[in-house]
């Protein structure tokens, strides 16, 4: 199990941006595909976005496409969600989560963080 910290959610203007940390503990962050995913109130959490240990590979939402970008930095075993162009909708507890496969279905991440809230203002 990897334990996963976010941070640097908040308060946004709509169009405005905010860049998501993921601190994660243990020797085997280098080998875990990383993802987010998001839940609003009174909806199911879904899929944000995802970057693969084997090679780096990203996947996104549609609905984030262009506007948000995923990375990693092995040295400091830390993922983060650089979110642009942010609106109303992308209101939501944003989650990163781990699995150790390539697979990203939700059911496929085995350890989550605790969340961090992200609220856009129209």
């Known amino acids: 199990q990897v334990q996963l910290v976010e941070s640097g959610g908040g308060l946004v203007q709509a169009g405005g941006s905010l860049r998501l940390s993921c601190a994660a503990s243990g020797r085997t962050f280098s080998r875990r595909t990383m993802g987010w995913f998001r839940q609003a109130p009174g909806k199911e959490r879904e899929f944000v976005a995802a970057?693969?240990?084997?090679?780096?590979?990203?996947t996104y939402a549609d609905s984030v496409k262009g506007r948000f970008t995923i990375s990693r930095d092995n040295a400091k075993n830390t993922v983060y969600l650089q979110m642009n162009s942010l609106k109303p909708e992308d209101t939501a507890v944003y989650y990163c989560?781990?699995?150790?496969?390539?697979?990203?279905?939700?059911?496929?991440?085995?350890?989550w963080g605790q969340g961090t809230q992200v609220t856009v203002s129209s």
């Open positions: 970057i693969r240990w084997s090679g780096g590979a990203t």
């Open positions: 989560a781990a699995t150790p496969g390539d697979y990203i279905s939700i059911g496929d991440f085995g350890s």
